[in-house]
């Protein structure tokens, strides 16, 4: 019988729980260079690395630089570099920092600067709002010509030209992405820009910068950088080619004081993130939200969307069948993580609004009146106004449902289980990881009870076959 989930492959007893890790929409990846949905909006916190987060890079925050290089016309934004050698824009001491990790050949990364870094430039950087520092991480499995791009930029800086040629670069990435010549090809962007083509030739022949390049390569991956673009404003975390309105959003928060949420306090070694945390029943260790005995001996991780249709569909038809037959019995353990998809405008709300009914004890109830009730709010621009009176019927608190509601307090504890899902390589919901004793299944959309109870029984009797594909997720 052909089966419709995917086959799995070993992984270590579950899938560790992680924070704002960015293989994230929009953006470049080692293992995803071409990944969709790239206009999704994200800002994750940022956290210590021992959380397993990205935290902010080194020239994080605004710095006094002491020899700044104004270049060409004065009235232009001003051009420099940190203490840290890294090239900026901008007034070294704007009280916001926004550090830039990028690859010239990523195609997000030129999309972001075609599109939404004039932006940035025009209402940030030249009024002395925002100091733009760039660092280089070039994805060299999937963008050879990658780094030697970024030597060539810093070549052109030796002659105070670096942000001429990042911007040819990147207006010229497809005339020089792929070919093997491509070296030859910046020599020739260095004379169109009026360099001493001699020292320009002899920096990049002889690797002059090649150490400075991998040197951000490096603080870029301590910081959780793993993709491109990637963003780090102040304290907080963007990540991917994404909209002006999310770096207006993120900016102003960086203006205004505020932090991300605290990072969670790393779990003790040996401890499951998903395993159920006593001291708060309901909730793994790593906060997600579960149904079934503790000790059941197959868990289920579904990723899901309260304004997906097939996550509709999966909740009426084959969930139901799943809890009376698995959950039900003490076989399985369903943990929820929200994953909301870019197309659904309404998803990340309702999803907050089961996050504050569980402040008050009533998360599932919240999840099954949003999917019963899906077509009365999908699509609606007073959706948040419609989730208010769920809340009502279902006698929670108005006035602290409202409140968690309107200010945004659950906005973090979404995102973290989107951060997770797109970690974890997931494209679309519902999505579902079926683990036991190290041995996971995946399963790909609202598919029939029938494979479902298939690929649990093959679980549970330890009859599986095949090459295993279920992802790690580090912490």
């Not at 006094?64 to 840290?84: F, H, I, L, R």
């Not at 999840?367 to 419609?386: C, M, R, T, Y």
């Not at 298939?454 to 009797?461: D, G, P, R, V, W």
Request: charged residues 15%; hydrophobic residues 40%; proline residues 8%.
């Amino acid at each position: 019988m052909k089966r419709f989930y995917e086959s799995t492959r070993r992984v270590p007893g579950w899938l560790l729980v992680t924070g704002a890790l960015l293989l994230l929409l929009g953006a470049c990846t080692q293992t995803s260079p071409q990944n969709p949905g790239a206009d999704q909006a994200t800002a994750a916190p940022v956290a210590a690395a021992t959380g397993g987060q990205p935290q902010p890079a080194a020239a994080a925050t605004p710095t006094n630089v002491p020899a700044v290089k104004s270049v060409g016309d004065p009235a232009a934004v001003t051009e420099g570099q940190t203490a840290e050698g890294d090239w900026f824009r901008g007034d070294p001491n704007a009280p916001v920092t926004l550090v830039e990790f990028s690859d010239y050949q990523c195609p997000f990364c030129s999309r972001h600067v075609s599109q939404t870094a004039p932006l940035i430039e025009d209402q940030y950087v030249k009024k002395g709002l925002v100091k733009h520092v760039f660092k280089d991480f070039p994805l060299n499995s999937i963008h050879p010509q990658a780094a030697k791009a970024a030597e060539a930029a810093q070549c052109a800086g030796a002659q105070q030209q670096f942000w001429a040629m990042h911007d040819k670069l990147f207006a010229l990435q497809q005339a020089w992405s792929g070919k093997t010549e491509a070296p030859e090809i910046f020599k020739e962007y260095a004379v169109d820009l009026g360099l001493d083509s001699a020292a320009f030739n002899e920096c990049l022949d002889s690797g002059q910068f090649a150490a400075e390049v991998a040197k951000d390569l490096q603080e870029g991956a301590q910081s959780g950088v793993t993709g491109t673009p990637a963003f780090f404003i102040n304290a907080w975390f963007v990540s991917g080619a994404q909209s002006f309105e999310v770096f207006q959003q993120t900016i102003s928060k960086a203006q205004s004081g505020q932090l991300p949420a605290p990072t969670p306090t790393p779990l003790p070694q040996g401890v499951d993130p998903f395993a159920p945390d006593p001291a708060h029943p309901g909730l793994t260790y790593s906060g997600y939200h579960y149904r079934g005995n503790s000790a059941a001996p197959i868990l289920i991780i579904e990723f899901s969307d309260f304004q997906c249709p097939y996550c509709l569909q999966h909740y009426q038809q084959a969930e139901p069948k799943i809890d009376t037959n698995w959950v039900d019995k003490d076989l399985v353990r369903m943990v929820f993580v929200h994953f909301p998809l870019p197309i659904h405008p309404q998803a990340p709300k309702a999803a907050e609004a089961s996050e504050c009914a569980a402040t008050q004890g009533k998360f599932w109830e919240m999840h099954d009146v949003l999917f019963s009730k899906q077509a009365l709010w999908s699509g609606k621009s007073n959706a948040p106004e419609i989730f208010k009176t769920y809340a009502h019927d279902l006698g929670l608190d108005a006035g602290k449902f409202n409140e968690c509601l309107d200010s945004g307090q659950m906005e973090a504890k979404v995102q973290d289980g989107l951060d997770l899902g797109q970690q974890a390589q997931v494209r679309g919901t519902p999505n579902f990881f079926l683990i036991k004793d190290g041995q996971g299944t995946r399963i790909p959309g609202a598919l029939p009870y029938e494979q479902f109870d298939q690929a649990l029984t093959e679980i549970l009797t330890g009859a599986q076959q095949g090459p295993q594909t279920a992802p790690t997720v580090t912490q």
